[in-house]
Antibody, heavy 111, light 109 residues
Framework: EVQLVESGGGLVQPGGSLRLSCAAT???MQWVRQPPGKGLEWVSD????????TYADSVRGRFTISRDSAKNTLYLQMNSLRAEDTAVYYC?????????WGQGTLVTVSS | QAVVTQEPSLTVSPGGTVTLTCGSS?????????PYWFQQKPGQAPRTLIY???NKHFWTSARFSGSLLGGKAALTLSGAQPEDEADYFC?????????FGGGTKLTVL
């Protein structure tokens, strides 16, 4: 049974980059973020075959979602980070998977 | 971008029934928006309760049900228990982008 576990979060300066990782299922996968004390925000989706991706306007052109089927891993490459990108980042997948949400990884963008 | 609206807060008595709603700025919510409902307790990751309007996740209590009601997606909790006190978020699919509602803080009191 796949457990979604995110990694790669941390403290980064404005303008910097980070790459998040998560164990991938064979289904569509998604990144969702939650700024401290606030609600959920959809970030990006990728299809099961990796051929289709979608992005929120707030991250398009700065973030790239991808998946490596050989490694069963989902990625989120985050470039040109801003203070407003500070959040817990969750990966999630189809609800037919029992554990369809990860526990999240905190990204803090600050100088 | 569409805006998804939820009640900021609701209170229900133990054993009581409450309905949370999820509306769209673009008009009536339909099954084509694939409404989802999530529960989040303090310090925990969200958990999926309902997907595609009315399908329950394998762990979802029978107390919860999803539907379309009056042009909105709805989550009904029947027989509220203290452990149901949490934040509840909905999401709607807009043929590409997904938009989350701002969440409803449910108090069982």
């Amino acid at each position: 049974e796949v457990q979604l576990v995110e990694s790669g979060g941390g403290l980064v300066q404005p303008g910097g980059s980070l790459r998040l990782s998560c164990a991938a299922t064979t289904y569509w996968m998604q990144w969702v973020r939650q700024p401290p004390g606030k609600g959920l925000e959809w970030v990006s989706d990728i299809s099961g075959d990796g051929k289709r991706t979608t992005y929120a306007d707030s991250v398009r052109g700065r973030f790239t979602i991808s998946r490596d089927s050989a490694k069963n891993t989902l990625y989120l490459q985050m470039n040109s980070l801003r203070a407003e990108d500070t959040a817990v980042y969750y990966c999630r997948t189809s609800p037919v998977v029992p554990n369809d949400w990860g526990q999240g990884t905190l990204v803090t963008v600050s100088s | 971008q569409a805006v998804v609206t939820q009640e900021p807060s609701l209170t229900v008595s133990p054993g009581g029934t409450v309905t949370l709603t999820c509306g769209s700025s673009t008009g009536a919510v339909s099954s084509g928006h694939y409404p989802y409902w999530f529960q989040q307790k303090p310090g925990q990751a969200p958990r999926t309760l309902i997907y595609d309007t009315d399908n329950k996740h394998f762990w979802t209590s029978a107390r919860f049900s999803g539907s379309l009601l009056g042009g909105k997606a709805a989550l009904t909790l029947s027989g509220a228990q203290p452990e149901d006190e949490a934040d509840y978020f909905c999401s709607l699919f807009y043929n590409g982008p997904v938009v989350f509602g701002g969440g409803t803080k449910l108090t069982v009191l």
